[in-house]
């Protein structure tokens, strides 16, 4: 079965029945073990754009370079 086959069906459940179903598969990807190098219950540091003043202008300077390339 392909997810383009599975998909239909998946909209068609309730908001409960999604959310039920996305706990389903992220505990089954969980307990495969080997899909992701992180460890449980550990803390990581994620990057963000919070208080990287002038990042901002940085992208939209280079989403306007783009733009004239």
């Known amino acids: 079965m392909t997810l383009s086959e599975v998909l239909p069906s998946v909209r068609q459940l309730s908001i409960i029945e999604k959310l ?10 969980e307990a495969a073990g080997d899909i992701s190098p992180l ?26 370079s783009a733009d004239q390339a």
């Open 20 to 29: 039920k179903l996305i706990r389903i598969l992220a505990e089954e990807l």
């Open 39 to 64: 460890e449980p219950f550990k803390t990581y540091d994620l990057p963000t754009p919070y208080n990287s003043f002038g990042a901002g202008a940085t992208l939209m300077q280079a989403l306007e």
